[in-house]
């Protein structure tokens, strides 16, 4: 029996972050799938083959915790790791109250992407 692949789902906003990601996460063996937009990912079917999440909180239209909102209010169980450039104590708070496993403050380094997406997959 094969060991099942790790899959991350990025959804960012910014072109540039998600292919820097996107880079990183092949560079080290594990597959993503990138979405410019919660919506986009709303409209895919690549929640059900995912490892886990990596979120941006602040996007355009669906916010990032409303995402992971609907996600768990529909049985999704996929563990996520929330991302933001403006961080700030009530955007942790209501982070952590959705439910993350991680939460990383852009820009992040390689080595604390790799860990919260270890910690998702054990």
Request: aromatic fraction near 4%; charged fraction near 20%; include cysteine.
């Amino acid at each position: 029996m094969m060991a099942q692949r790790t899959v991350v789902i990025v959804v960012d906003d910014d072109p540039g972050l998600l292919k820097s990601v996107a880079r990183q996460l092949a560079h080290h063996g594990i597959d993503s799938r990138t979405f410019a937009s919660a919506e986009a990912l709303l409209e895919s079917d690549s929640v059900q083959t995912a490892t886990c999440l990596l979120l941006d909180i602040h996007l355009q239209g669906i916010s990032g915790i409303e995402l992971q909102r609907r996600l768990a209010a529909s049985g999704s169980k996929l563990p996520v790791i929330f991302m933001t450039a403006n961080d700030e104590e009530a955007t942790r708070n209501e982070a952590m109250d959705a439910g993350c496993i991680a939460y990383l403050r852009k820009p992040f380094a390689q080595h604390v992407l790799l860990n919260a997406i270890s910690k998702a997959a054990a």
